[in-house]
């Protein structure tokens, strides 16, 4: 059940994200690109397979030792949020940089007034 | 004990950066660290190579965690060939950089993520784990995204929004498809991948999944190394970021992408072959290999025309630069195309491009730096502010044209090596009877012309004609027309004195096919 469940909140994330990254509006693509990343890193999760117990051995015996959900998308996917953090941080700043260089956030107008290197 | 050599490249970069950072109120010492760190590391780098020599594979398991449950370095002849090429290419643009950005730009951070960009290509190139590929990516491309708005003006915010932007979502997907291949093949390990790909039934492998991940894998890959169509992003990114940044993007980072191509897919996912063959139009046979290569061959052949045919109408010197690189990585994807289609002429295939890709590294960063130092001297590249430069300035003049006579092709620089085993590639491909060698010839004859002519261009717009009032007050910097001359020297070495470089790339090219020993050599207690 819960694969199911995942995988539509998958989709509908992927699907918020996407069109995020569409609108003219830089925030909103920076948004856009981080949901698509937390997706992605969902995603990952759910890749371990998830019909174990947690992967943790506590004290005594373990219930069910042969059923244990997969750790090691777990750490992959801390090691993708920490570099998600960094990125996001640089995007958001980037953003402040073009508002304060072009007076706009608006991709369209941004078009127009880029020009030439 | 001789693999801990294997590790020595990183660390070098990595102390670089770190000391750069912390000295950056001592403007002196810290240009002097960098340089030492940039020359320590090319000395580093010597001496994988000998010991690569020595012993053909070398691996490092970090912390002593064995493959394929740590962390695996592994340093062959195909990753010390691109490591080779990414030494010299960030000595000269490391030297280029201390005498070419201004006072301030380089204590504010420049050094530092100069030699993190090194760290992140030198991780890459040596990694033998998928997701930890990954993770230099990004290492690599967040330092790319702050020196591409380095100068932070409103062209330059502009670049680097849709550069941080696409790289930002190719990440996402490279993440999807890390985790879709350890969900279908079970490891992150390329060894074990590889191993577990060529026995399918015994790990209980589903190949077709694996096809289609590794095909959003290779779109990733693609966008990295700037192929058509994922190459709208190089024309600005290239003119926004510090000439010296320029030079390494498109020497060394652009060819990240072609060695990942060449080591993913010719030495990890060739193992695997489809059970009922590919049933697509167009398609044949049954190895993983020969869905890419006509992938690739269209991806060549729209990058040559498409990029030969930007850079004729470009109005500056690094526009046509720029599309001259996508141009010139068509080039090196083209002879990878043939190889993956046609398994006789594999290995030539692969040293091939490799060689063009050590061509087009050396000769595209040495002409951004040649444009960069214009840039400082006159104030612009664009060609209506040029002219005259030849008779102002014929030391640089000299290197430019050296630089473009080996993007050409014309004998004896290394650049006509690389045309002619490309000619040689398809040639016989078409002897063994490779469909599509023609096709081949006829790209690879239309794209050397297209070369001829945007070069022919610059120079008579830039280098001939009468001199501009900002060409005949403009005074040169020795230190950059001399890094200049130096990698044009490097082109004329390479040239004349091919046979070890030929050598080095045969050597590659077998390391990258020869997946028996790369998994022995990581995973040495499952080989029987």
């Not at chain 2, 780098?45 to 449950?69: K, N, T």
């Amino acid at each position: 059940m819960t694969q199911f469940v995942l995988a539509g909140v998958l989709g509908l994330l992927f699907t918020v994200g996407t069109f995020l990254v569409l609108r003219r509006d830089i925030v909103r693509v920076v948004w856009g690109v981080t949901i698509i990343a937390q997706s992605a890193n969902v995603y990952l999760v759910t890749m371990g397979g998830l019909s174990g117990t947690v992967p943790i051995v506590g004290h005594g015996p373990p219930a069910n030792p042969g059923s244990v959900t997969d750790p090691l998308v777990q750490a992959l996917v801390l090691t993708a949020i920490v570099i998600g953090f960094g990125t996001t941080a640089f995007a958001l700043v980037l953003t402040y940089r073009v508002y304060e260089e072009h007076g706009t956030i608006d991709l369209d107008e941004l078009g127009e007034t880029g020009g030439e290197v | 004990m001789a693999a801990q050599v294997v590790i020595a490249p990183l660390l070098v970069a990595l102390v670089t950066a770190v000391l750069t950072l912390l000295l950056r109120r001592f403007s002196r010492a810290q240009r002097a660290v960098s340089l030492a760190g940039a020359l320590g590391y090319a000395a580093s780098v010597a001496l994988l190579v000998a010991a690569v020599a020595d012993q053909s594979i070398l691996v490092y398991q970090l912390s002593g965690w064995r493959a394929p449950f740590g962390i695996t370095l592994v340093a062959d002849a195909l990753s010390v060939f691109m490591l080779g090429l990414t030494a010299v290419v960030s000595l000269a643009a490391a030297v280029f950089s201390a005498g070419y950005m201004s006072e301030y730009g380089q204590q504010l951070s420049y050094h530092a993520l100069y030699h993190l960009l090194v760290v992140g290509v030198t991780g890459s190139f040596l990694t033998g784990d998928i997701f930890n590929l990954f993770v230099w990516f990004e290492v690599m491309l967040l330092s790319s995204y702050v020196l591409v708005v380095f100068y932070s003006g409103p062209e330059h915010t502009r670049a680097a929004l849709q550069y941080t932007v696409l790289n930002l979502i190719g990440s996402a997907v490279m993440l999807l498809a890390i985790g879709g291949l350890y969900s279908t093949t079970g490891t992150l390990n390329m060894a074990d991948m590889a191993r577990r790909l060529a026995n399918p039934a015994e790990f209980g492998i589903d190949p077709v999944p694996v096809l289609g991940i590794a095909a959003i894998l290779f779109a990733v890959f693609a966008l990295k190394a700037g192929i058509v169509p994922f190459q709208f992003w190089v024309p600005a990114a290239y003119r926004a970021a510090p000439a010296p940044v320029s030079a390494m993007l498109a020497g060394v980072t652009k060819k990240v992408g072609i060695y990942a191509i060449i080591r993913l897919y010719f030495t990890v996912f060739a193992a695997a072959s489809l059970p009922a063959g590919l049933s697509l139009p167009g398609f044949g046979g049954d190895s993983f290999l020969a869905f890419f290569g006509p992938i690739m061959f269209v991806m060549a052949a729209a990058s040559i025309v498409l990029g030969g045919v930007g850079a004729v109408s470009r109005v500056d010197l690094d526009g046509v630069l720029a599309y001259s690189s996508i141009g010139q990585i068509g080039f090196v994807v083209l002879p990878l195309a043939i190889a993956a289609t046609v398994p006789e002429v594999r290995e030539l295939g692969i040293a091939a491009a490799l060689i063009y890709a050590l061509n087009h590294g050396l000769a595209k960063s040495m002409l951004f730096l040649a444009s960069g130092t214009v840039r400082e001297a006159v104030g612009s590249v664009r060609f209506e502010y040029l002219g005259g430069l030849a008779r102002r300035t014929p030391i640089l003049s000299i290197g430019f044209f050296v630089g473009a006579l080996a993007l050409v092709g014309i004998p004896p620089l290394s650049g006509f090596f690389g045309k002619l085993l490309v000619f040689q590639t398809a040639a016989d491909a078409g002897a063994v009877g490779g469909q599509g060698a023609t096709i081949a010839l006829a790209l690879a004859l239309g794209g050397a012309i297209l070369t001829v002519a945007y070069f022919s261009r610059a120079w008579n717009e830039g280098f001939w004609g009468t001199q501009s009032e900002a060409v005949r007050t403009a005074t040169y910097s020795p230190t950059l027309v001399a890094v200049v001359i130096a990698l044009a020297a490097a082109l004329v070495i390479v040239g004349i004195g091919f046979d070890p470089v030929l050598r080095a790339a045969n050597a590659a090219a077998s390391a990258a096919v020869d997946r028996g020993t790369y998994v022995d050599s990581v995973l040495p207690e499952v080989s029987p």
